[in-house]
């Protein structure tokens, strides 16, 4: 019987320390095969996985001795929660752990569209001087609508403000006296208004049945065709069939992907349009959030290990519940 499993590339001092204290498998690749990770979870008292191991329901079944799954990241998308909270198996993550990250690679995107900073850098390493084709637009006195306002969507608004951005925001969880959005003097909107008043529209909402396709055809063609949508949350949020014709329609400006549907995503039409800046899923990859994510995670896996309930839990319960 093994304490931990990792089945991704997670690594650092918090995974190092682990091994001093626990029996740690680690298998960078084995998020790789299903068949061959279900077998390896049911020798395993706990796993740790990013955001390409499926934690599914077969696994929760399979594995006969897990306690607890620790996902290194915020986004439970590849972790049927549903499941664990019936396995009696303790799901913990890192909710808070690289939302200044995300927050500050949204402020990068958003610069870097309405400066047209890769083209033009592109084009100067290339040998070329064209001040004259990359004029760009302040963001001083621009309209940023953030769709969904957590933490990310909160902070991302606060550094638009430092810049002198208005705010709307529109997230059907909160009301209009939620005291973030006082504190930023964000207008909270309907989706429809946000969309047709921001110059810039950013998405900072979670993967969901919801939330799935929410920036479509429709909805698209609301907003204004000087207005950038930059996604750095999760790639089904935004039909990027949709996103590339209202694209070359002119229906808007530009935009910025750091998210996609499949990642990693297919060459496509996205690839060759200057208005477009394609990252590839970067927003937590820091140093600091990195080690943050990191140091959480190993945290409440040690902590469960030691029979101590997770600070970061995702399931209805802390602890497991499965008498293991
Ligand atoms: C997150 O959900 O924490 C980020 O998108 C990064 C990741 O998926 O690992």
């Not at 029979?307 to 209805?316: F, V």
Request: aromatic residues 4%.
């Amino acid at each position: 019987m093994i304490d931990i499993l990792i089945s991704e590339n997670i690594s650092g001092a918090a995974v190092d320390a682990l091994t001093s204290r626990f029996k740690v498998s680690r298998q960078p690749d084995l998020w790789e095969n299903q068949e061959a990770l279900l077998e390896a979870a049911q020798s395993a008292r706990t796993l740790i996985v990013r955001n390409k191991t499926l934690v599914t329901g077969d696994l929760m079944c399979a594995a006969k001795h897990m306690i607890a799954v620790g996902r290194a990241g915020a986004g439970l998308d590849n972790i049927d929660v549903k499941s664990a909270n019936q396995a009696g198996v303790v799901v913990a993550f890192t909710p808070d752990q690289n939302s200044i990250s995300a927050a500050e690679l949204t402020m990068g995107l958003m610069l870097g569209l309405m400066r047209k900073i890769p083209q033009a850098a592109q084009d100067t390493s290339a040998g070329g001087w064209h001040r004259h084709q990359f004029v760009g637009t302040e963001l001083y006195g621009k309209t940023l609508g953030i769709i969904g306002a957590g933490k990310i969507g909160y902070l991302t608004a606060m550094r638009a403000r430092a810049f002198g951005m208005n705010i709307l925001a529109y997230d059907p969880f909160l009301s209009s006296d939620n005291v973030l959005l006082c504190e930023l003097r964000a207008e909270l909107v309907e989706l429809e208004d946000l969309l047709a008043r921001a110059d810039v529209v950013s998405c900072h909402v979670p993967a969901s049945p919801h939330t799935k396709g929410l920036i479509n055809r429709e909805r698209l063609k609301l907003m204004k065709p000087t207005a950038c949508l930059i996604n750095t949350a999760r790639g089904p949020v935004v039909v990027e069939e949709d996103l590339v014709e209202a694209l070359k329609s002119k229906t808007i400006a530009g935009a910025a992907l750091d998210v996609r549907i499949s990642e990693p995503p297919k060459s496509g039409e996205l690839n060759q349009m200057p208005n477009v800046i394609l990252t590839p899923h970067i927003a937590a990859f820091t140093h600091e959030a990195q080690s943050r994510v990191t140091r959480a995670v190993c945290d409440d896996i040690a902590r469960l290990l030691e029979g101590k309930p997770a600070k970061y839990a995702a399931t209805k319960f802390n602890l497991p519940q499965n008498g293991r």
